[in-house]
């Protein structure tokens, strides 16, 4: 899969793969060349790209059963229309139905003896983007949506 490029859709760009993670840093690439491409700041592409590791590697270790591989598709578009200028990150899979969202803040001042384990890459998506959406989608199962807005561009 990493050899291939990801195909373009209404200004979105998407990859649809297997859920390994070998196929993780292609789709981290499609992320840099979103930023790359739209000149962003090299903060708020680490946090994109962070964002996309911890959710990817959340559908890759959770969403099918143990030993069994399935589908994962990633979708990456800049808009600015209909609201502020930004960057929106759409992530399906076909595993077991599971909304994200509904995991109950993660402590993160806690000391690691006291924390709950796992939920601080979910904690990590909230701090690091600025709007979440999950939906069950009758045949694109889940389609987990995470927008990061963006500096208005200044004007010319």
Do not use: W
Not at 41 to 55: G, I, K, P, Q, S
Not at 88 to 101: C, H, I, S, T
């Amino acid at each position: 899969m990493t050899g291939l490029p990801p195909s373009t859709r209404g200004g979105a760009q998407r990859i649809a793969c297997v859920a390994r993670l070998a196929n993780l840093p292609a789709l981290q690439a499609m992320v840099s060349a979103l930023c790359a491409r739209e000149h962003l700041d090299d903060t708020t592409c680490h946090d994109l790209r962070l964002v996309v590791e911890e959710a990817c590697v959340n559908v890759i270790h959770h969403a099918y059963p143990k030993g069994m591989e399935g589908l994962m598709a990633l979708e990456v578009q800049l808009l600015h229309n209909d609201g502020p200028r930004r960057v929106v990150l759409k992530l399906e899979d076909q595993g077991k139905a599971f909304n994200p969202l509904s995991l109950a803040p993660a402590n993160a001042a806690a000391s690691a003896d006291a924390r709950a384990v796992g939920g601080l890459g979910v904690h990590l998506i909230r701090q690091l983007s600025d709007r979440q959406h999950y939906e069950r989608h009758p045949t694109r199962g889940n389609v987990f949506t995470i927008e990061k807005f963006l500096e208005p561009h200044p004007s010319p």
